[in-house]
């Protein structure tokens, strides 16, 4: 059983509601908070950002993942029956119980399969994919879905201009199946790490189990997304930077073997950072944070669909995907297209 795991089908959705830079502006200016268009653009590449309406449930989290993994089926040639595994990547689900994978597979009559959630923030996406993996390449499953999507402005802080500003809502998925391990389009390798001392920099105090959501403490907006930005950016372009060197490395490739790079899409300046340190010429990196901001583990799925779907990226091309986020945690992913 000689088995590896070839992405087939690609897909993305998002929220209807586009939010411009002045917009934010507007909304903040009500709160007495200041901000403007043009320092969101220069210290974050940030245009706009797609936000959910959280009454219409075909904005759910779970239903922007639906919409999603439907289009990476279709462009798979699958069925919703022939998936064996959903592993769904989200830190912002519809409910804490059932698992979001639970969600879409009610949603999408995945009959065939089972599912399970992975929060690893905005690296959940590449944790997400690289354990459908190795499941693919044991032999215990034969198609799977990863996907990853959020519906984050519910636990944004929008009076906090620091971290407002940087999110957005939306979803990508992916369908993986098995081919022969000599197949030269396949996952190649993948490296994840975590380092949860680093817990503090980006988390949400309360409404876990130690911390019950009390009127008191929603009025504190302690259920809202705490960020040290200035901390995380630093360690953001060194880890990004060490992972994709360490993965090619271990590979017998450099930077220059890349067509692609798919990095986090959290910040334009923290991707021009790791690209201008990995001498990687900005053409060969793919980028939405312009348009949607960043949606955590939906980044990187987006982005690929993207270009995959334009055609920019072309059948036996090499792509290196690469990502950060609460936890804090990190991974890194090397793919044959
Ligand atoms: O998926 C992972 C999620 N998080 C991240 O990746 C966050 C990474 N960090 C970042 O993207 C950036 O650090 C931020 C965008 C959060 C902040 O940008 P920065 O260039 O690091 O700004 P700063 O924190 O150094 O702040 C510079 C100034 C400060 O004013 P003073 O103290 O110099 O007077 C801030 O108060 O900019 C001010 N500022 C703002 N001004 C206008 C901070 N946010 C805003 C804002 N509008 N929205």
Redesign the pocket.
């Known amino acids: 059983m000689n088995f590896a795991a070839r992405i087939t089908g690609t897909g993305s959705a998002f929220p209807k509601n586009r939010v411009t830079n002045d917009d934010i502006v507007q909304k903040l200016a009500g709160l007495g908070v200041?901000?403007?268009d043009q320092?969101?653009r220069e210290?974050?590449g940030i245009c706009e950002r797609r936000i959910s309406d959280n009454g219409n449930p075909s904005e759910y989290n779970s239903s922007l993942g639906l919409s999603a993994a439907q289009n990476a089926l279709e462009m798979a040639g699958k069925t919703a029956d022939e998936i064996n595994q959903i592993i769904y990547a989200t830190c912002s689900p519809d409910t804490p119980l059932p698992s979001s994978a639970c969600w879409l597979q009610h949603k999408i009559n995945a009959d065939n399969a089972w599912g399970m959630d992975i929060n690893a923030a905005?690296s959940g996406f590449i944790y997400g994919l690289s354990t459908a993996e190795k499941f693919i390449r044991t032999g215990q499953v034969k198609t799977a879905l990863v996907v990853g999507a959020e519906v984050l402005n519910p636990i944004i802080d929008w009076e906090d201009?620091?971290?407002c500003?940087?999110f957005g809502d939306g979803a990508g998925a992916v369908v993986v199946e098995r081919v022969h391990s000599s197949s030269s389009h396949r996952i190649i390798d993948s490296r994840l790490r975590s380092d949860g001392h680093l817990w503090e920099l980006?988390h949400i105090p309360a409404g876990g189990s130690n911390m019950e959501l009390t009127p008191e403490r929603y009025a504190r907006k302690l259920n809202k997304i705490k960020?040290k930005?200035?901390e995380?950016?630093k360690i953001?372009v060194k880890t990004l930077c060490d992972f994709a060197q360490n993965l090619l490395r271990k590979n017998q490739l450099t930077p220059e073997d890349l067509d692609w790079f798919v990095p986090?899409q959290?910040?334009r300046r923290?991707i021009e950072a790791v690209a201008n340190r990995l001498q990687l010429p900005m053409e060969k990196v793919l980028v939405n944070v312009d348009r949607y901001g960043?949606t955590?583990s939906a980044t990187i799925p987006t982005v690929l669909d993207e270009a995959i779907r334009d055609g920019r990226i072309k059948s036996g091309q090499t792509i290196l995907l690469d990502a950060f986020?609460a936890g804090l945690t990190y991974g890194a992913m090397l793919i044959r297209w």
């Open positions: 200041t901000t403007s320092w969101i210290r974050t905005c201009r620091n971290s500003i940087l980006l960020m930005g200035k995380i950016f953001a986090h959290a910040n923290i960043n955590s986020g």
